[in-house]
């Protein structure tokens, strides 16, 4: 769960509300899912309806960018999904780094589902000399202190934060001082950083606190 | 990001929309950091500015729940603290199952922030010779035929998916026949379950998606 998912309805400063784009996140996973099962169209309703949205919410949504559908078909689902892509930014290649490579990084190199949504991990850095050198899933594990040339000569301007807490802020420093402008934060820490720099924390346990709640709600439902 | 925290605002059914629930969370972490950093009492439009939210949209998300804030004094935190737990049924320990015991798995074992929000991982199951009978972060991995076992005798009521995308469904299924009422799935795909199992996708792609998003405008504005 991020930040940027929680939208104020009171909030109307942005023009598109941040909860919009988290939505397109879902739409754009739904669309991948249509084709992968060979399905070319789908309706508003339709789309709406597996993911737990009306009708007119989606066709709100996809108003904020232009006009997607056409009468009698609805939307194309190829097209949408690049559409959506186009919006998001991601119809391109983006190069990460990801910074910390103890139990989380690691597993975060083998997540399949970055690549597969064009974030491709082009390197890995930590401070320790345990893993400096080793190889994850193809990347050697280089010192934070070429983080600067990796940026630079890879092109890098995301990079994902998966070091322990303590040593989060001191990481943070570098990465900002690289001339990144995004974390993906995992490290069970709020980060300090310059306002150019944007940041999404993951918390897992926020996921789960979800799911608590809803588990709870259906057992107090049963009694 | 989860299907929870997506709330349509043209969907007036739920009475408490789910977004409120998933501020819940996000109210709950900040007032956890403020009692860290001693401070006993919080202002709506404080707790609000902090996390980008407007001190009406504070105040209408406690009203859901009833009377919590002092007037002259605000919020009291530990006493915030205890009603939101309250509310989201974490006043008390989750004995949790993990499903799934490779990189990713390996990795959610040694995340803090569940133990630390009332989370307790019991027990770890797989179904690969490799790991059953390794110990990981102080748990043996046990064999998922096990699993029914393990649920009836720790009152387990929660299981973290985190299997290959090809090995989720049958996993699910497993689950879902040991007694389990909710999923927090890693696994990369959807899940079929019958109602009354909560389940929360969990998809990194999309925070990742997010923060391409807010990147690409930034970079767009100082163009």
Redesign the interface.
Known sequence: ???????????KEPVVP??V??????Y??ELQ?LIRDDQQTISSSKLGRV????A??VR?DFAYFGQFGYPGIGYRCEELIGQIKK????DRI?P?VLVGC???G?????????E??G?HVVAAVDVDPKVIGKQFHGLTVAHIDTLSTIVIQQNV??A?LAVP?KAAHEAAELIVKSGI????NFA?A?LNVPK?V???E??????????????????DD?N
Chains 1, 2 share one sequence.
């Open positions: 769960m991020s930040i940027l998912s929680q939208n104020s309805e009171d909030d941040k909860a784009i988290s939505r397109l996140s879902l754009l996973r899912h993911l737990g949205f009306t007119a919410q709100k919006i998001l930014g991601t983006w990460v103890g139990n989380m690691q597993a975060l190199l083998g997540y399949r589902g970055f597969k949504q974030f301007s995301v994902i807490a402008n995004g974390i993906l069970p709020t150019t944007s940041t999404v993951v918390d897992l346990a926020m996921e789960l606190e979800q799911l608590a709640f809803s588990v709870y709600q259906n057992q049963s």
